[in-house]
């Protein structure tokens, strides 16, 4: 067996990220990769903890040097996943949780397509993700109308993803996304058969 690789993607609003770090009090042996972004910390939000908060020189030189798995402009933003942690992560046998965009799902899918397992979360309809957006206070009106249209091209990506939940309440959709994290390990794809079947003859 080998470490796997938990895609958790979805709308901003639609609770995504809340719950893949919740996630990690639940299921052992899980390593959450924290992104790397050029965007400015919201209130509360914690460099190391939350993001990488890095200037956009330095992500365009981070990008010139190979270190990201994968990297994407969002809203005028850039955000990337740092290669070398998750590697380590893999070999240690861990669940590599990961809270990445469409665009990022079908880079991980392409590069590790037996380790990947992806989620895609959403609220049960726009009004809502609205709601959630607005409750933040941390964006201007003309910022969470792209983010509104950015949700509603997101969501032509559903078919793409393993699975599908609608986050209407926290704690069943965070049950159900436990499950799944859990099934992740167990994957066929993750075992090298010829190998295995090799040494159960034994």
């Known amino acids: 067996m080998s470490g796997s690789i938990l895609v958790v993607s979805g709308p901003s609003g639609s609770g995504k990220t809340s719950l893949a770090k919740k996630l990690l009090d639940i299921v052992a042996n899980c ?49 990337g996943t740092s290669f070398r942690p998750i590697e380590k992560a893999l070999a240690e046998n861990k669940i590599v949780v990961l809270d990445i965009d469409v665009q990022g799902h079908k880079t991980l899918r ?7 397992t992806s989620v895609f979360i959403t609220t049960k309809n726009m009004s809502v993700l609205k709601q959630r957006l607005s409750s933040r206070n941390t964006e201007t009106k003309e910022i969470l109308e792209q983010r509104v249209i950015n949700a509603i091209s997101e969501m032509r990506s559903i078919g793409e993803y393993d699975y599908f939940l609608i986050n209407d309440d926290f704690n069943e959709t965070l049950e159900a996304l436990t499950a799944i994290a859990t099934a992740s390990k167990f994957k066929q794809s993750l075992i090298d058969n010829d190998s295995f079947i090799k040494s159960w003859k034994i």
Not at 110 to 116: A, Q
Request: aromatic share 18%; with cysteine.
């Open 31 to 79: 390593y959450f990769s924290i992104s790397t972004t050029t965007r400015k910390p919201r209130d509360g939000e914690e460099d190391g903890v939350d993001y990488h908060f890095i200037s956009k020189d330095q992500f365009l030189s981070e990008i010139d040097d190979g270190c990201f798995l994968e990297w994407a402009e969002v809203h005028g933003n850039f955000y």
């Open 110 to 116: 392409e590069k590790f397509p037996k380790l990947v």
